[in-house]
């Protein structure tokens, strides 16, 4: 197998800081986000789906089954160490016969022939392509007519400078909070780290929001767009401080802890978890989600689009 690389070895070990339990929970949202772009994919018995930036293979693995045993999915990611593990997974599942795979990154399909699938798919992959126009424009050339795209993308618009501040606090505490002004003095240092040395270590992340996607898909060509913008906040589970500082965000940054080790003191760190420990396993906190559904046609627009239900 493929050496690990940064994609697959966050998937695997920093995306929930290696603790099964965070996992678990982590996989049923991943689940129910799942449902919910699969519904209004328009799959049925015999379709074709290409699941672009496949990781683990969550959303091409759930469309299988609703594509039948005449249906098909080809699994497509930059890493090969990943399609690697998505085509053991489809062995010992027993369905390695109706998938195919594919190395390539969304901006650049051109292993999969012009109109040959159904569905193009994706979770959390545009936000790490630089050019999205392109990865658009590659969609609708792999698309039938008649074909559309089930894309969920996070959105972080940092474009909305009057809610900056309010967006940058952590969920281990507000630094302006009885409980944070202990440790105000770190928390600004960290926060002016993370700006400094990772907001912009991929600007892709940062550079686009639902809007964008709509007008995307109208310049590649597609004939119908419909967008859902889903902005959740509520409390933090309760959470284990050692899985806080294994875990990272995305696969571009290194681990809270590293961070902390390499920018406070030993003294500083003892402060830091001393104060804000109690806080991140007792939960509560708010913290907050954006992410946006983007279903779009290529033409003819089927007369009933969506689910009867919806």
């Not at 369905?95 to 190395?103: A, H, Y």
């Not at 500083?268 to 001393?274: D, I, K, L, M, V």
Request: charged share 30%.
């Amino acid at each position: 197998m493929a050496e690990p690389d940064k994609w697959s070895r966050w998937l695997a070990e920093t995306r929930f800081g290696g603790d099964q339990k965070a996992a678990e929970i982590q996989l049923r949202g991943l689940t129910m986000l799942r449902k919910r772009l699969l519904k209004k994919a328009g799959l049925a018995e015999g379709k074709v789906v290409l699941d672009v930036g496949a990781g683990e293979g969550l959303i091409g693995f759930g469309a299988l089954d609703l594509v039948g045993p005449t249906g098909r999915v080809i699994f497509s990611d930059i890493s090969e160490r990943l399609v690697e593990f998505t085509r053991t997974a489809a062995e010992q599942m027993g369905v390695l016969d109706r998938c195919s795979f594919v190395t390539a990154g969304a901006e650049d399909l051109s292993a999969v022939e012009s109109e040959s699938v159904d569905l193009v798919t994706t979770r959390s992959v545009l936000i790490y392509v630089d050019d999205k126009p392109r990865a658009f424009r590659e969609f609708f050339r792999v698309l039938k007519p008649g074909g559309r795209t089930a894309l969920f993308e996070p959105i972080d618009d940092r474009r909305m400078t009057e809610y900056s501040e309010y967006w940058r606090r952590r969920f281990w505490a507000d630094p302006d909070s009885a409980e944070g002004v202990a440790v105000k003095d770190l928390i600004d240092r960290l926060d002016e780290h993370w700006k400094r040395r990772y907001e912009h270590v991929n600007d892709a992340m940062l550079n686009f929001n639902e809007r964008d996607f709509v007008m995307m898909s109208v310049a590649a060509g597609f004939a119908g767009v419909h967008v859902e913008l889903d902005l959740g906040v509520g409390p933090m589970p309760p959470m284990n401080w050692d899985t806080l500082m294994k875990s990272s965000g995305n696969p571009l940054i290194p681990t809270n802890g590293e961070v902390i080790r390499e920018i406070f003191t030993r003294e500083e760190q003892a402060r830091f978890e001393q104060h804000l420990r109690p806080i991140v396993e007792r939960g509560g906190n708010l913290w907050r989600a954006h992410g946006s559904f983007t279903w779009a046609f290529k033409a003819p627009i089927p007369e009933k689009p969506w689910p009867e239900d919806e």
